[in-house]
């Protein structure tokens, strides 16, 4: 693909982005997207292979976002809060802010063939985790074994968590209500790897 001048990348990736959470992966087109971005209806044709490019891009975008509001979460010292707890509750709140771009990674839309940058994005989120991970149990405050495994674990609860409160299942009266707990249920589930000393 010919590079894009940075202005007009991000002209479409803004209008892919609107689109997106407007009416989820269907309203994202080729044409639209130029046609929202005040280009031609055809423009992002020239920049973009076809739909599952543009959404890998906008989804590599997103990973992004969700990898900075972990690293802002991590260094924000609130509290006696842990790198590991702020992060994961920046994770929690950037995901929350954008539901449908979260789905759009998470969800069961499938991006026919990812791009290398989306590749690069997930990795780049997962690895960060490790590494707080690997850091709680230099510290202390995580317990010993694979981290891998214990990771997974994190990882998987707190997107079930985000899942269940973006589609209306973790709420009043049933159950607590995800969107207001979501940081006591994040520190909760924490507690699963906590050593029992450190509690």
Not at 134 to 145: A, E, M, N, P, T
Not at 180 to 199: D, F, G, Y
Request: glycine share 10%.
């Amino acid at each position: 693909m010919d590079s894009l001048p940075s202005e007009t990348r991000s002209k479409l990736l803004a209008a892919a982005s609107d689109l997106l959470t407007q009416g989820g992966p269907d309203a994202v087109t080729l044409r639209a997207v130029g046609s929202q971005a005040g280009l031609s209806r055809t423009a992002a044709y020239r920049h973009f292979k076809d739909k599952d490019d543009l959404l890998s891009a906008v989804a590599a975008e997103n990973l992004d976002y969700l990898g900075e509001q972990m690293r802002l979460g991590a260094a924000s010292g609130v509290g006696d809060r842990t790198p590991l707890l702020g992060a994961l509750l920046g994770y929690t709140e950037g995901a929350m802010a954008r539901p449908a771009h979260y789905r759009l990674v998470f969800g069961d839309f499938q991006i026919g063939n990812p791009s290398r940058d989306l590749e690069n994005a997930a990795t780049a989120c997962t690895d960060y985790l490790y590494t707080l991970v690997s850091k709680g149990q230099l510290d202390g405050y995580v317990v010993s074994g694979d981290v891998r495994e214990i990771t997974a674990l994190v990882w998987a609860t707190v997107h079930g968590l985000v899942d269940l409160t973006l589609a209306g299942h973790l709420r009043e009266p049933r159950t607590v209500d995800g969107a207001t707990k979501m940081p006591r249920l994040v520190e909760l589930a924490l507690q699963a790897v906590t050593p029992s000393q450190s509690r």
